[in-house]
């Protein structure tokens, strides 16, 4: 361990920081983006710390134009990158000197609270599952996303959204015992609502594994300390009947990209359509306050940042196209989620449950 990872270490009780691991070499946007997330991120927290890990002769230069970032920063170089193209059995294979690689390390050797990475997602789940280690009893791992609702919060959270394009019944209901977890545990909601995605509400509707996963997380309600209310469909995603939506990977990330790229388009024609005519552009200069409400409201750069659930350690997926904007967020997201000793809350409630269902099998 480095001098500067020692006196920033989560292990030293006599430090109250929180250790950021950031690959610096991911998203669409360079360093350059991530930098300037980081420094707006330290602006608004004076605990946190950072390793960033990538290039130093790139990172170097960019970390000394931004003051707020002196004296709380580690560069680790590193001299390979995961690109977005690469196969996850790649990255495994040949991604061991790679950004992303060096940016989980940091959290499996105990440097760091939590890791954040813009980069390759199936890469990034890969070589976490590899590094840090599923948590006992938890088969498949989740993609934890907060989507924009109509709720107190102003988000519900969904997951999975593209960890594993599969999910079978006991997966859903360690799903629903996770998202619970992590809207309990991570934002404070006591008895988070539950919700089983599928394509009505009506009990007789869906394939057989939603069938037995709504049996079976029913039966988890009082041990799981959630309401379940049952099948929900799409148009609940945003809405406030429900804090928690739970699906499989492959059904989430499809509901995940339409949702995106429907507020993009709307995002676009009401541009357009405001720049249509004279009297457009002046009814746009009466709208702008409750326009801006709205679309700060709504920014998904906002609320950024997938949180893999199931694994011994922390680990934040921000966007890969997200700005400076958007890297805050992700890097906020993972700095209260290290403050809430978040992980260590699930790992607790997975275990318990697993144990619970142990004793109720032998009964």
């Known amino acids: 361990m480095s001098d500067f990872a020692n006196r920033i ?4 009780a006599k430090q109250s920081y929180i250790v950021i691991s950031v690959d610096a070499m991911g998203g669409d946007n360079g360093p350059s983006a991530i930098v300037a997330g980081m420094a707006n991120a330290a602006k608004s927290n004076s605990k946190v710390r950072f390793i960033i890990n990538g290039d130093k002769s790139i990172l170097d230069p960019l970390i000394l134009k931004r003051k707020v970032l002196e004296n709380i920063c580690e560069v680790r170089h590193t001299k390979d990158i995961i690109s977005m193209d690469d196969k996850p059995t790649y990255a495994m294979r040949n991604g061991k000197e790679s950004s992303m690689w060096s940016t989980i390390d940091a959290v499996k050797n105990k440097e760091a609270h939590a890791a954040v990475s813009c980069g390759n997602t199936g890469a990034l789940m890969a070589i976490s599952m590899i590094r840090l280690r599923k948590l006992p009893g938890v088969y498949r791992p989740a993609i934890a996303i907060l989507w924009p609702s109509s709720n107190n919060l102003g988000f519900n959270f969904m997951l999975d ?15 629903a015992l996770m998202g619970a977890s992590y809207a309990r545990n991570g934002f404070g909601l006591v008895r988070p609502r539950i919700g089983l995605l599928n394509v009505g509400t009506e009990e007789h509707k869906g394939r057989l594994e939603l069938k037995e996963a709504n049996d079976l997380i029913t039966e988890s309600v009082e041990n ?3 309401d379940y209310v049952g099948f929900v469909e799409g148009n609940d995603i945003p809405s406030d009947r ?6 499989d990977g492959f059904t989430g990330n499809i509901a995940l990209k339409t949702g995106e790229g429907t507020a993009s388009m709307i995002g676009a024609a009401m541009r357009e359509s405001f720049k249509a005519t004279l009297l457009s552009k002046l009814c746009a200069v009466f709208a702008i306050v409750p326009l801006k409400r709205f679309s700060k409201r709504i920014d998904p750069r906002r609320k950024n940042g997938g949180v893999f659930l199931g694994l011994n350690g922390t680990v934040v997926k921000s966007h890969g196209a997200a700005d400076a904007t958007g890297i805050t967020a992700a890097i906020n997201l993972a700095v209260q989620l290290a403050e809430m000793n978040f992980n260590e809350k699930l790992a607790a409630r997975v275990a318990s449950t697993a144990i619970e269902s142990d004793v109720s099998k032998k009964q």
């Open 9 to 12: 270490s989560p292990t030293n």
């Open 161 to 175: 959204v593209g960890a594993d394009i599969r999910a079978d019944a006991p997966d859903l209901l360690k799903y």
């Open 224 to 226: 799981g300390e959630y």
């Open 242 to 247: 429900v804090d928690v939506i739970v699906t």
